[in-house]
């Protein structure tokens, strides 16, 4: 057993405009900051008395986090990997946990994603791999569907694996895209909150078939142009058909940036996950620029918001001890 393991995990785009729960990016910023939570894992010490988990949090997020840490969803991920790895015929002892979020809650950005596979990718590692990768993937998508009321892997999958994942609803099957390598995802978070349930709400039950087949036909189109090499036409497939128009009310702002992003050579621009984080696909370095500019002077409401020009995380969770 090792005397404490840290395990990153990134944040990520759900959704990704033209896959409404089954497309997801895992983001890297280009200047190197570690844009995910954290956690790290360690025995108790003989003069500490364990018996039971131990949760501490610090990060700039953690104050947003619950003050009872059998509410937070990395105790909970703990107590539910002691389980599975009891019916896989290990015995788990309590460990003390520290939690840094430094993803904002309700941002669009994965932020419960995060939390849980950095916990429970650390718990597995820690512990010399009990979970086989289904079994551990399962888990992770039991704890946020417990989270965001349904499963759906557009977060859990690009932040463990890394990459543009492609995530079919009602399974755990997951399939990596190729990103195009000139591709910069510049993502904003305008410091305020939305809550997934509540962005949820506002979607109808049902669509016009016209839409329906509309968003399938561009769906396939954007992931045979990625396969071909087709940067131009798979760029222009990255418009949502199903979410945006109904949750665009919820973002002030978001269609002043629409308009303006474009003009400055914005590919795309869309909603990360449910919002209220937007992101502008472009593929020129003085675009990115522009656009990064362009996002915090406008669409920032408050200090706590933050823009960040970014690649495709490749790697997705790992250990940075």
């Not at 596979?117 to 990768?133: K, S």
């Not at 039950?205 to 561009?218: E, H, I, L, S």
């Amino acid at each position: 057993m090792p005397n404490s393991l840290t395990v990153y995990a990134p944040a990520s785009i759900g959704n990704f405009s033209v896959g409404f729960d089954a497309l997801g990016l895992a983001l890297a910023p280009m200047d190197g900051t570690l844009l995910g939570d954290l956690v790290q894992l360690r025995p108790f010490s003989p003069r500490e008395q364990g018996g039971n988990w131990k949760l501490e949090l610090n990060g700039p997020f953690a104050d947003a986090l619950p003050a009872d840490q059998e509410e937070n969803v990395v105790i909970e991920s703990c107590r539910a990997f002691q389980q599975a790895a009891i019916q896989a015929g290990v015995e788990i002892e309590p460990l003390h946990v520290l939690l840094s979020k430094r993803l904002p809650i309700g941002s669009g950005l994965g932020s419960s994603a995060s939390s849980i596979v950095a916990a429970l990718e650390a718990l597995n590692r820690f512990h010399g791999n009990p979970l086989n990768t289904r079994q551990l993937f399962g888990l992770m998508a039991r704890m946020e569907g417990g989270i965001s009321g349904e499963i759906h892997l557009d977060n859990i999958a690009p932040c463990l694996f890394g990459g543009l994942r492609l995530c079919p609803p009602g399974s755990l099957a997951e399939y990596a895209l190729p990103w195009p390598g000139a591709w910069r995802a510049v993502v904003c978070w305008p410091g305020t909150k939305l809550v997934t349930r509540e962005a949820r709400a506002v979607l109808p039950q049902d669509f016009p078939r016209k839409t329906v087949v509309a968003y399938g036909a561009r769906f396939a189109e954007f992931v045979h142009a990625l396969h071909s090499g087709n940067t131009h036409l798979a760029a222009s497939c990255v418009v949502d058909l199903i979410a945006e128009p109904y949750r665009r009310s919820l973002l002030p702002g978001f269609d002043e940036a629409k308009e303006a992003l474009a003009e400055m050579g914005a590919l795309a621009v869309g909603i990360s996950g449910s919002g209220p984080t937007v992101f502008a696909l472009v593929d020129d370095h003085e675009a990115a620029a522009r656009v990064e500019q362009w996002l915090a002077n406008n669409y920032v409401k408050n200090e706590k918001g933050f823009t960040h020009v970014c690649r495709a995380d490749l790697g997705g969770a790992r250990s940075i001890d």
